[in-house]
């Protein structure tokens, strides 16, 4: 990871010269791919030299085929629609037989060279999942337990939604509002120059005044906006006034992710970027949250539960979002490097725009919610 946050120090430390304006949804969809690349999948995709990559590209192409829309919406009423001879559907299936062509290219090179790479380096993810294939193991059924070649194709694809997308989308937004909210980012700088020179990454990662600029960016703007769960069996569900829903086995859930942080019930002036309000929220645990305390604390000193059902942005329970110490190590380590290094701004027709409405970048929605541009002068 700092290797490649050395990276886009180069590219930053050319734009901050020139005085250019950078569009940094860019640059940190680059600088996320080449952490994942080099961690989970053992490739060098050098995406911040702007170097084409084709299993990128029609990946991203992959994604538009979720984007809400229209046709989107109405698939779901006609499912026929998706295996119409259409442009979009021809276009969909290429992209769809590229993206799986190069990833077991990549499978197939690791496997090639993995005994040699094994040797000069920390093992990727896609190197470990491929070594354990080799073992024997037995399911709890007595079948064989081993992932299938096209499992393993699958997570890698699992790694570059979970491990790229969301965190390129959290820390592009999470640095927009920094640029728009400049005593904050005075207050965040000032508690990372007041770290000793000597400061560990673990002490980096531990220090409050980035845990609550993360902890509001992913609130502001939670990359997963939404997502749906199933009812495995009947359930009656207690509501707030006292009665039950009954939920038959089979009902789909949409839980509304981002609006649930929007709630000013719970997060007071939701549209405003506050990561003081974390100073009197404390992040409880399932059995632990005690859901009786103040609606509010700010200002109080009183300190409030936030139950995990009630802050989302890696979902909760046994489905919850495997790399989210990963994630969070990758927004904490870059914030702090970025801001440290630069004072970063909005230009100037972007701050004229966005004084005092709350307004910021258009999103466009597919499986995450993924900014278009984020302007930034560095």
Known sequence: MEECLDELYGVLDKATVKGNVVDFQELSVALTLNVIGRTALDTEFDALNNTHSPLHSAYNHLLESFSISAFNVLQGFLPFLRYMPIKRNRDIAQARDVTRDQ???????????????????????????????????????????????????????????????????????????????????????????????????????????????????????????????????????????????????GTMLVVPIQAMHYDPELFPNPHVFQPDRWKSLRLAGHD???????????????????????????????????????????????????VKRYRVRLPDEEHARVAGKGERPKVHYSITARPEVVRLVF
């Open 288 to 338: 632990d949250a005690d859901l009786t305390s103040p609606t509010t604390g700010s200002g109080s000193g009183v300190r409030r539960d936030v139950h995990p059902m009630q802050f989302l942005p890696f979902l909760a329970g046994s489905r919850a979002c495997i790399g989210r110490n990963f994630a969070l190590m990758e927004l904490k380590l870059f914030l702090a490097g970025i």
């Open 103 to 249: 990833v077991t290219r990549i499978i197939q090179r690791i496997k090639t060279d993995g005994a040699q790479a094994a040797s000069t380096s920390v093992p990727s993810l896609m190197r470990v999942l491929l070594e354990n294939q080799k073992r024997q193991v037995v399911g709890e059924d007595g079948t064989d337990g081993k992932l299938t070649q096209d499992e393993i194709r699958d997570e890698a694809l699992t790694f570059l939604v979970a491990g790229h997308e969301t965190t390129s989308n959290a820390l592009s937004m999470t640095l927009y509002f920094l640029a728009a909210y400049p005593d904050t980012q005075s207050a965040l700088y000032s508690a990372l120059v007041d770290m000793p020179d000597h400061a560990s990454l673990d002490d980096l990662l531990k220090l409050e005044a980035l845990h609550q600029v993360v902890n509001e960016g992913l609130r502001v703007h939670s990359p997963v906006f939404a997502t749906n769960r199933i009812a495995l069996a009947d359930q009656h569900v207690p509501l707030s006034d006292g009665r039950t829903l009954f939920m038959p086995k």
